[in-house]
């Protein structure tokens, strides 16, 4: 239950701060948004193995 009031601030909160860049520069509320989702991805994405040889 509270992880998914978590959930339901973060995905409001983000459509505010958008839509609050967008009232700003038209643009920004594209730009802003994209950075968030783009820095979420990288956060969450696994850590690699640095020693772990790349098979081709």
């Given amino acids: 239950m509270v ?3 978590i ?3 973060g995905v409001t909160g983000f ?3 958008s ?3 967008w009232l700003a ?3 920004l509320g594209f730009i802003v948004p994209g950075m968030l989702l783009l820095i979420f991805a990288i956060k969450s994405a696994p850590a690699s193995d640095q020693n772990e040889k790349v098979s081709e």
């Fill in 19 to 21: 839509y609050g860049c």
């Fill in 3 to 5: 992880s998914k009031l």
């Fill in 7 to 9: 959930d339901l601030l």
């Fill in 25 to 27: 520069w038209q643009p």
């Fill in 15 to 17: 459509g505010l701060l």
